[in-house]
């Protein structure tokens, strides 16, 4: 709890406008996809030990240091990637303060807003944790994909912003939001069993880390057919949205189809070229991509209307 003259003074600051709101939004999304993606970056280039221990970067340093065994290029990425969860975590807490500071006070969009700097403090504990447990797969898998829900939320949080508390309003053809939802769970073991290809891959973040022991070219099968599945669950979609459906939930559509597409070329060609380092990155940055585009065409067909006077409100801050 703050302190009640702190309570009272951040109350007392002007209300923010929905366009800052949404631009901060925006750039949580962004900056939750980048430390995925530089992730990568420390993974493929066996950087992932670079620092040794956490929050420290080796015993005694938070900066990295001469050492005889570690290569200042990998201690530097490394610690590149733990500056970078500090700008991601600025950026998360800044959206939280604008929504707590936007009037009539919006129950989803705060609970949104407050989870984007509780799950950038949860995803600097499990990083450490990663670290210290010498990047066993199973501890980078869940580091992905608890990424993966964050940037999924902070998608939702784009939206919360011009939202309010009014009842969930349903858009599109019939049949289009269980669609969808099963579209989701699939995307969801995509994106496991992609844990699970790079955790048996050659890219361990360190060439003393044990792999998961599991034939790298069957998980791979088995990774590609979920992606069959899904782009099978998006043909359905699109067919659902033939029946009638506006111009907005088509473009976003289009959209998903295209990132969908581009993503498993990649993933294929990274396949067949033996898993370079700059398409693992790029395949990351991919993955990120699907999860903007499918979150933003589940988020067009629901529509949380403001009340009256949230609505007057907004229209009065807008700038």
Not at 106 to 118: G, N, Q, S, Y
Request: charged share 15%.
């Amino acid at each position: 709890m703050l302190p009640q003259s702190l309570k009272d003074r951040i109350d007392r600051l002007p209300a923010p406008g929905v366009r800052a709101q949404r631009a901060v939004a925006i750039a949580v999304v962004v900056t939750q996809a980048l430390i995925a993606v530089t992730g990568s970056v420390v993974r493929v280039t066996g950087s992932g030990l670079g620092c040794t221990t956490w929050p420290q970067c080796h015993p005694g340093s938070m900066v990295p240091v001469d050492h005889p065994e570690f290569a200042a290029l990998h201690q530097w990425i490394e610690f590149g990637n733990r500056m970078l969860t500090g700008v991601v975590g600025f950026i998360a807490i800044a959206a939280f303060f604008l929504a707590y500071l936007d009037r009539p006070h919006r129950r989803r969009h705060l609970r949104l807003a407050l989870i984007m700097p509780l799950g950038v403090l949860l995803q600097a504990v499990i990083g450490g944790a990663t670290v210290r447990l010498d990047l066993l797969w199973w501890t980078v898998a869940v580091h992905f994909m608890v990424s993966a829900v964050m940037v999924w939320l902070a998608v939702l949080l784009v939206h919360a912003v011009d939202e309010g508390d009014g009842p969930r309003v349903v858009r599109g053809p019939s049949g289009l939001r269980g669609l969808l939802t099963a579209m989701v769970v699939v995307l969801a073991g995509l994106l496991v069993v992609g844990t699970m290809v790079t955790g048996a891959g050659p890219h361990a973040g360190d060439p003393e880390t044990p792999r998961l022991g599991l034939p790298v070219e069957t998980l791979a099968h088995v990774h590609a057919a979920f992606l069959f599945v899904y782009l099978g669950m998006v043909l359905a979609v699109g067919f659902r949205l033939w029946s009638g459906s506006d111009r907005s939930l088509w473009r976003r559509f289009y959209v998903l189809v295209a990132v969908v597409l581009a993503q498993g070329s990649l993933g294929f060609v990274q396949f067949w070229t033996g898993v370079p380092e700059m398409l693992v990155s790029l395949h990351v940055l991919g993955a990120m991509a699907v999860i903007v585009a499918t979150a933003t065409l589940w988020c067009a067909t629901r529509d949380y209307p403001r009340a009256t006077a949230e609505a007057d409100h907004a229209r009065a801050v807008a700038v």
